[in-house]
């Protein structure tokens, strides 16, 4: 059974940066697409950023500029580099995988203080 485990979250201030990563375990083949998507409290989970098998990839506005995102596919992994991240960017985020099959990670919190 495949899983999807992030990791890089915490407490960061504003200006700074933080990692996620995020890990498919167990057999995952011919992955299409990978995201990264975010919910903060009392709304509703919203597009970061995506990155499909050829590469081709697709950001919020929010995120244009500031967040990179990208993927091993050898290692089935998706990464998203958050730099001068704001209290705005506060939320729990979370990755997904879609092969024929749709996959969610559990969330990693972030959280950015003014």
């Known amino acids: 059974q495949v899983q999807l485990v992030e990791s890089g979250g915490g407490l960061v201030q504003a200006g700074g940066s933080l990692r996620l990563s995020c890990a498919a375990s167990?057999?995952?083949?011919?992955?299409?697409?990978m995201g990264w998507y975010r919910q903060a409290p009392g709304k509703q989970r919203e597009l970061v950023a995506s990155i499909t098998s050829g590469g081709t990839t697709n950001y919020a506005g929010s995120a244009k500029g500031r967040f990179t995102i990208s993927r091993d596919n050898a290692k089935s992994m998706v990464y998203l580099q958050m730099n001068s991240l704001k209290p705005e960017d506060t939320a729990v985020y979370y990755c997904?995988?879609?092969?024929?099959?749709?996959?969610w990670g559990q969330g990693t919190q972030v959280t950015v203080s003014s």
């Open positions: 167990g057999s995952i083949w011919s992955i299409n697409f």
């Open positions: 997904r995988m879609q092969t024929t099959w749709d996959y």
